[in-house]
């Protein structure tokens, strides 16, 4: 009974067996006792191999980091520590592919730890496992014996960085390819090209580099040198160019391949309207594609070479009278037609040096050849459309980390439910995972980490793990646990944050003070910052809105409070607690918000903070003395509520739930 109980929960986590695993494992047996890791393991490789090597490397680096015990040192006389046997049957893959074999097979015993994989990516990720699996003991760190057996659910588990509108240095995508490997995440999606700039030294094209990129671009160099960084962590990387549309860093550099009128510079702010495409009747834009694809996919070597597709502009072909007259004499009836016959013509190009095409799901039309891989964004319709028409297909819609979503609701977003669920068989196999996106209009190399963790683990579980695994409550419990080890691996979610509110407090005002109002506030979600301001990629990215997370954990903790506030007294106690704290802040923080341009755009904020507070106490009084309120009252109440829960400075209060459900809780006429 007992391991029956123990194998359900490997499905679905539970007390039981709660271990601080993310992404949760496809099958785990927990069994009674520890292992003792009293000293560095005693490593048995057989089938050794370079990124194994390496890998082992990094992971006893990585165990000394999170417990601080020298296991990355020896010491003469120091006996070996436990008996850690790898059995690795291949070498894999010269060049990372979809259809190599991720999943291992790890027993942790009191005697020692085996894991066994087909190959080096499912040793790699073993060791993840292996090292979340540490924890402290009585005496010492210990690792629960337990039984994996585990396999990614989908072979594609990406993330996409947007490195053109805001250039992101290498040093900082590498750290963050750590954090991709800690939950078994495999693609790197790399946004290279766009309206703001092209970002890739290009030898054969060199008017790409010298016009096209503000200098921000990475050298051939330094992109072998991310690519064999990936590589060693298990992650592959699929480069994207934009075309025809988001290209006006082509244009900069070739404006006679525009549709219309050239662009006359890199778009910098939404005041830049000329956004032409390229022409797409014209055999230059082909030839200049041909070489400068040739180039990068002879740089890049993944299968798959991604062309963009997304947002075409059918403006300036409707305003060409040449491209007009041309769509004529050739029989193309629309702009849809126009781009399909240009995406063909592209995908023969990047077929023609040896690689599979990807797109975003525009480009989606029953006569491409079916090696052409759909990325879905608009909707899990596209996504079911792909599928059923017979193209591989993958899921961003849902995972777009930009639209500043909690965790949760990217959990809940499924490849094979909504529309996908009714497909056949055969047809969900084409569903071959998801990715998230970070698009960069609002993210700088400073806060690029905040933005993506660590709800990113949260994505990364729903595409590893069984779709069985779905407990909310279990995801966030690990996820924070998960957050606190990224730090130790160097990314920077946390302290990136905290350096951000520091130079916003300054040195001349108590840093609670604003801390307080930091952590009862998200940003705005999805696209209402940009109806707020316009966008200007030159303009700093150093307030509040961009400071701090985006998500609340504490608000989401205050929420949860107040559903339970009616019946339960310690949590009415709690929640008094925090309501004394935000009515007392404004008082003290306002003197000091008017004395900086970082800070005065938060009086409003800070206001309506002490507002919610006077209100939650006033119903949380009402609620405990049982005292009746008038539905004219109450509705007053929810006035209030509503008026203080306007966004301000690009965020809103995201603990005004947790007061108007006190307030619709109060006893009274209903």
């Known amino acids: 009974m007992k391991v029956a109980a123990l194998l359900l929960c490997s499905v679905l986590p539970c007390s039981a067996a709660e271990l601080n695993l993310m992404p949760w494992p496809s099958q785990l047996t927990q ?24 890998a082992l490397t990094r992971f006893v680096h990585d165990l000394s980091s999170r417990t601080g015990a020298p296991f990355d040192r020896h010491f003469p006389g120091q006996p070996d520590g436990p008996q850690f046997i790898i059995h690795c049957a291949g070498h894999g893959l010269r060049v990372q592919a979809l259809e190599e074999d991720e999943s291992y097979h790890l027993i942790v015993s009191q005697t020692g730890i085996e894991l066994t994989a ?63 490997a800690a939950v078994k995440l495999n ?10 700039g092209f970002r890739v030294e290009s030898k054969r094209c060199p008017k790409l580099t010298q016009l096209a990129s503000d200098g921000l671009f990475y050298t051939q160099d330094q992109v072998r040198e991310l690519l064999a960084y990936a590589r060693d962590r298990g992650v592959r990387v699929v480069p994207e160019f934009d075309v025809p549309g988001h290209a006006v860093s082509w244009l900069v550099a070739y404006p006679q391949l525009a549709s219309g009128p050239a662009p006359q510079g890199l778009v910098r702010s939404e005041h830049d309207q000329v956004r032409p495409p390229l022409d797409p009747t014209q055999e230059a834009t082909y030839k200049l594609i041909d070489t400068a694809f040739g180039e990068m996919e002879k740089l890049f070597p993944d299968q798959y070479f991604h062309i963009g597709g997304d947002e075409v502009d059918g403006k300036y072909w409707d305003k060409d009278e040449r491209i007009q007259a041309w769509m004529r004499a050739h029989q193309i009836k629309d702009n849809h037609a126009l781009q399909t016959y240009f995406t063909k013509r592209v995908r023969e190009i990047v077929h023609k040096h040896g690689k599979d095409m990807e797109g975003w799901d525009e480009i989606l039309d029953g006569d491409l050849p079916k090696d052409s891989l759909i990325q879905s ?12 028409m017979g193209y591989k297909t993958v899921l961003s819609a849902g995972y777009y980390l930009d639209l500043m979503y909690p965790a949760s609701q990217h959990y809940a977003v499924d490849p094979t439910a909504g529309e996908s669920a009714s497909l056949s068989a055969e047809q969900k196999s084409n569903i071959i995972g998801g990715e998230a996106a970070q698009w960069s209009e609002y993210v700088t190399p400073e806060n690029l980490d905040n933005r993506l963790w660590p709800r990113l683990g949260a994505v990364a579980e729903r595409l590893w793990s069984p779709q069985s695994v779905t407990d909310v409550d279990s995801m966030y419990r690990r996820l924070a646990v998960l957050s606190r080890n990224l730090e130790w691996l160097g990314l920077e979610h946390r302290i990136s944050s905290q350096r951000m509110l520091g130079r916003i407090a300054g040195d001349d005002m108590p840093p609670e003070l604003l801390n307080t109002l930091a952590m009862a506030v998200e940003p705005v979600k999805e696209y209402d910052r940009e109806k707020t301001q316009v966008y200007d990629g030159e303009a700093p990215l150093n307030h509040l809105v961009d400071a701090i997370s985006p998500e609340s954990d504490q608000a989401r903790h205050i929420n949860a409070l107040a559903q339970l506030a009616a019946h339960d007294a310690p949590a009415r106690a709690e929640l008094r607690t925090y309501f004394i704290k935000w009515r007392d802040n404004d008082a003290p923080l306002e003197p000091y918000l008017a004395t900086s341009m970082l800070r005065e755009p938060l009086v409003p904020l800070s206001k309506s903070l002490s507002t919610l507070g006077v209100l939650g106490l006033a119903a949380l009084d009402a609620i405990e003395t049982a005292k009746p309120v008038t539905q004219e009252e109450r509705k007053e109440q929810l006035a209030r509520v509503e008026e203080n829960a306007a966004p301000h400075a690009e965020m809103f209060l995201v603990i005004a739930p947790a007061v108007r459900t006190l307030v619709q809780a109060e006893f009274g006429a209903k």
């Open 31 to 54: 069994q009674d006792g520890f292992l003792a890791l009293d000293h560095t393991p005693h490593f048995d490789v057989v089938g050794e191999d370079e990124r194994i090597d390496h």
């Open 118 to 180: 087909a190959n080096p990516m499912g040793i790699m990720h073993g060791l993840q496992t292996v090292l979340q699996l540490v924890q402290p003991g009585p005496r010492g760190w210990v690792i629960p014996n337990v039984r994996i057996d585990d396999t990614p659910r989908f072979a594609w588990r990406g993330l996409m960085i947007d490195v053109s509108r805001h250039f992101i240095p290498l040093e900082n995508i590498e750290r963050n390819i750590d954090g991709m």
């Open 187 to 196: 693609v790197l999606h790399v946004h290279l090209s766009d309206d703001e």
């Open 377 to 388: 964004w608009r909707g899990a319709d596209s996504l079911a459309n792909a599928a059923r």
